[in-house]
């Protein structure tokens, strides 16, 4: 069994464990674009009406993901927990380090999990029904090329397997998208608002795949889904070109400034994207700990032992973070291990 990890974002326990208010954490656990699309008042009848199919969301994603077979849910993490439920046992090859909700899916409705890396899916792919790529994945930061995947989904739909594309970090760089390409039996994309938009708590996601997939995930679902106002906020953030265009530059300039500033104060990244560095390092719990003490929350990983950093929302907060790792017990740690 794949031993799972936990999510990042879990400020109230660290808050409770090191006896630091919440409101003074600095909080670099999510991957969440810190400075997201602003809501605007929301107005009154989001909260007095029941969801409506034939609003502005579906026809405000079609034109975003570039495609108009999608169906929207709340987050993609629903299509997530369903999709295993729609085939008979399977081999499923899962990447790890990645987000481990897509093998704990699988696993929990009885398929047979094989665990990859990134240099033996080309090898494993004949024993395969079903992959998961994350793209980039989560934390490595690894990116796969379109061509490499859609050759992929080409030996897998023969035999009718599945290529699942988690593409949930890739709004900073939509040209390694799959959306917007026509659809292909057995090739499923999902998109989440949570990370770029920085809309995580509207749980609101997309899932792009053939009619005949999407009604089925529909037909389990049932009707609403999505929240009134979750469907308002997330149609108007769709929409706003002149956002999405701003924050890709300066996503893009963030990322380039946490990579500079971790190396000047010795930590070498091994992945990123744009909206967090990977880092690994034989000692990165006891790091943890110490960035922690100073009420900055990073996200930890045991398997390989590993942080990963989000990016900081303001100047404060980065000025606050190279203190952090300027501090003697910090450098001095990481001056011993290398």
Request: one cysteine or more.
């Amino acid at each position: 069994m794949l031993t799972l990890l936990e999510h990042g974002g879990r400020l109230r326990e660290a808050a409770h464990q090191y006896g630091i208010p919440l409101t003074d954490w600095l909080d670099l656990s999510t991957g969440i674009n810190p400075n997201g699309w602003q809501v605007p008042a929301i107005p009154a009848h989001c909260w007095q009406r029941l969801p409506e199919d034939n609003d502005e969301l579906l026809p405000n994603a079609r034109l975003y993901y570039q495609n108009s077979s999608l169906l929207a849910v709340a987050g993609s993490q629903a299509a997530i927990q369903l999709l295993p439920t729609l085939r008979a046992p399977a081999q499923v090859g899962v990447l790890h380090p990645a987000y481990a909700e897509h093998a704990t899916g699988w696993e929990n409705a009885g398929h047979q999990l094989r665990i990859l890396d990134i240099d033996n899916i080309e090898s494993e792919l004949d024993t395969l029904d079903v992959l998961i790529i994350i793209n980039p994945n989560n934390p490595t930061g690894k990116l796969w090329e379109p061509a490499r995947l859609l050759d992929w989904h080409h030996k897998l739909s023969q035999r009718g397997g599945w290529l699942i594309v988690d593409e949930a970090f890739i709004d900073n760089m939509p040209e390694y998208s799959l959306s917007a390409l026509p659809v292909k039996k057995g090739l499923i994309i999902l998109r989440s608002v949570g990370k770029f938009f920085g809309l995580a708590g509207v749980r609101c996601g997309f899932m792009i795949a053939e009619q005949t997939l999407l009604t089925r995930i529909a037909e389990k679902l049932g009707p609403w889904t999505i929240s009134h106002s979750a469907r308002y906020v997330t149609a108007l953030a769709l929409a706003d070109r002149a956002w999405q265009q701003a924050a890709i530059l300066t996503l893009s300039q963030q990322r380039q400034r946490l990579v500079t500033l971790l190396n000047q104060n010795g930590w070498v990244t091994q992945g990123s994207s744009a909206l967090f560095q990977w880092v690994v390092h034989p000692q990165a719990e006891k790091l943890h700990t110490l960035l922690a003490r100073q009420g900055i929350f990073t996200r930890l990983f045991n398997m390989p032992v590993s942080l990963r950093f989000g990016l900081p929302g303001n100047e404060l907060d980065w000025q606050r973070l190279d203190q952090a790792l300027r501090s003697a017990e910090i450098s001095g740690l990481l001056a011993k291990y290398g």
